[in-house]
């Protein structure tokens, strides 16, 4: 999972003269020891289709030599001898230790090495400081200071493939069909409990689990343990875009480095790239594994951080049934409106059952606004969702049968936006429509204004990934081609600049960045470039409304015509495939978390309308967008978001991720400059619509 990182590394370290231009070792600290032909020049070509390989091409081991001084020195001399003086190094916290002991000692070892006549004193002074910068990779995401480790969604899709497959094994029949085979036979499944091992430490034994499931609760329980099938496979667009923002932000850091700065690690807070001091992340690592041993429970998820201390109450709360003596007199309806998309199910399940949770009467609502005005609208209870995180689509897109309800709460969500607002805009008439709201973003073009990320985003983003890395292995040992694929998301570039980067594209061309034909010129000529000298293949993603007259089919004739003798060219239009599948991990979390704190922040609102015996909000404070920004889930009143909102195209006037179309173009080999903050994203932005 860690090829993203060193790729990115090198595309950065290649355009820079500052850096030395020399893979970081084979073998971890080991090949830093041994020094020799396991220190060798990266160059562009050595890194092309590092991207969809799991595990690590350069190779990563245990080093028993560098816990000694006189291993360290060892690895000190072959630093020196090659002019090394930046060093990034990606593992977990004993690695990022080791890292840190490494350049505190480098004065030291470099006089032991001067004193040994290993090394010149001129060599010596050139190698004075060594800085280092560090990226953590690990599928346990156990390290302090990280939302989330490199390698942990790609291990998590390992196991949500496992589970979705035990859990169809697991399936009570009710001899309906509802639930597969053994329709209208009323046969069942195999009435078991199944234990599912993963890893990621301080896991437990399994077979005294299974032990105890089956004398105390006299289930027959199978066990399965996962092992190092975790660990493999293609990394997930998550962990690639990760990694390759990490290595970005690693290059950075090394670039800014002085002898005084102190050693930091490249974290991800919320959806932004952060540096921090590395030995205090280690520190608070050290202390959670304490507590841990020690049994103090409690200060381990509080030292873990807010973001897995809310992920772990939302977990409880959802896995450990205590429903409420007392029922409230609330109704509470949830709609789905607009596309289908992945992890829709897992917010409804979520909802439902934290509503249940604070004795709530929760409905669902049929067929998005339409099933609303129809009178499409039937009770929903706790059983009903078993199983709903894992199902991709709609459930509530099914018809059903009338009920007849006064709601009293509302909460339509996915990308329901502007029937939001039209719901809004209807309390002066109706006064029905005067309760709480909340939108929770759902759809695959991620253009929801309020929210960095919307629910289905990512499992689209996966399918586009996975299915580029097929194409282009399909013309593996062919002559060099080039595939031009389209991509959907309306006028939004998103996942087309997304996919970029996840799979090694060339270009994405997308509404936002305006590209005119002078533009389209300079990347056919670039290409042609590349084809004829380094790479066998290239790949030119196209958002589907990026421009009107520059269609998939133009672009593809212009480059088959322009590559005639290098290249040959093949289009592909992914349609709507990017809107099916199994719900990601991501979106199955991401999904869970937003209709849970939905349900809790209508329950509040609740409160505070609730004037003499009913129930009354039309303030702008009672009709809000649930979505990410940043570093935390807020609630932003939809009046305040108007303004934020380009209602022609369909997208929020801002967007995050145009900051990450440098790396991009970097990555794609244009020699460009790195800015990739907000203003200087702005002003390109600007300055391209003018010129087109």
Known sequence: MLNSDFYTFLCLHITSVVLNGVCPPPQGYQGLVDGGDNIRPASWESVSMMLQLGGTVIGSARCQDFRTKEGRAKAACNLVKLGITNLCVIGGDGSLTGANQFRTEWSELLAILVKA?????????RSSH????????????????TDMTIGTDSALHRIMEVVD???????RYDGRGECGGGEGRGEFGHQRTFILEVMGRHCGRLMEVKSLVSKKLGYDTRATILGHVQRGGTPSAFDRILGSRMGVEAVMALLEATPETPACVVSLSGNMAVRLPLMECVQVTKDVTTAMAEGRFDDAVKLRGKSFENNWNTYKLLAHVHLPEVKTNINIAIVNVGAPCAGMNAAVRSAVRI?????????????????LAQG???????????????????????????FSVSLSVALPFCQAFAGGLELVKAREKYEELCIPMVIIPA?????????????????????????????????AGTKRRVFIIET???????????????SGADAAY????????????????????????TVKRGLILRNEGCNPNYTTDFIYNLYSQEGKGVFDCRKNVLGHMQQGGTPTPFDRNFGTKMGAKSVLWITDKLKECYRHGRIFANTPDSACVLGMKKRALVFQPLEELKEQTDFEHRIPKTQWWLRLRPILKILAKYKIALDTTEKATMEHIIKKRGQV
């Not at 060594?130 to 200071?145: A, H, K, Y």
């Not at 509503?355 to 099933?371: K, P, S, T, Y």
């Not at 009903?384 to 689509?393: A, C, I, L, R």
Request: net charge negative.
């Open 488 to 502: 959907m998301g309306g006028y939004c570039g998103y996942l087309a600049t997304m996919a970029g980067l996840a």
């Open 117 to 125: 006549g290993k090394i010149s004193a001129e060599e010596a002074k």
């Open 443 to 475: 759809t695959v073009s991620n253009n929801v204004p309020g929210s960095d990320f919307s629910i289905g985003a990512d499992t689209a983003l996966n399918t586009i990934t996975m299915t580029c890395d097929r194409i282009k292995q399909s013309a």
């Open 165 to 171: 497959a035990i859990t169809t094994t697991a399936q």
């Open 355 to 371: 509503g249940i949770l604070q004795g709530h009467h929760m409905l669902a609502v049929h067929d998005g606004f339409e099933g």
């Open 510 to 533: 997308i509404f936002e960045d305006a590209f005119n034909i002078h533009d389209l010129e300079i990347n056919v000529e670039h290409l042609v470039e590349k084809m004829k000298t």
């Open 376 to 402: 499409l609208i039937e009770p929903i209870d706790w059983a009903k969702v078993g199983g709903w995180t894992g199902k991709g689509g709609s459930m509530l897109g099914t018809k059903s049968r009338k």
């Open 130 to 145: 060594l800085n280092i910068v560090g990226m953590v990779g690990s599928i346990d995401n156990d390290f302090c200071g």
